[in-house]
């Protein structure tokens, strides 16, 4: 009525091999995450970091290139382009002959 004797080896092998592994599991993945996590902040930092520094770099040559103002010497606006006053084309899609708009029920 019971198991026999030549099964109860080969389950407690099978359930020993189970054990440790879930105990690996739950002493390695913690670490891993964390050691993941540390990563990918680590590098979003290094990230932003490097993206300020273009940005500075970027505004610290648009304000040397920026033309001054003969009066007070300040930094005044870029001038107007020669098509500022006016604007650009836009293009709006022809309707073909003989179109009707589709009939809505309210």
Known sequence: MGLSESAVIPIAVLSAIVGVSLVFIWWWFPRAWARGNAEEQRLQEQEMREREAYMANVRAQQAVN????????????????ENHEKPPPVYVPQKPAGYQPPVTPY
């Open 66 to 81: 920026r033309p001054r103002d003969e009066e007070t010497g300040e930094a005044g606006e870029e001038p107007p382009s």
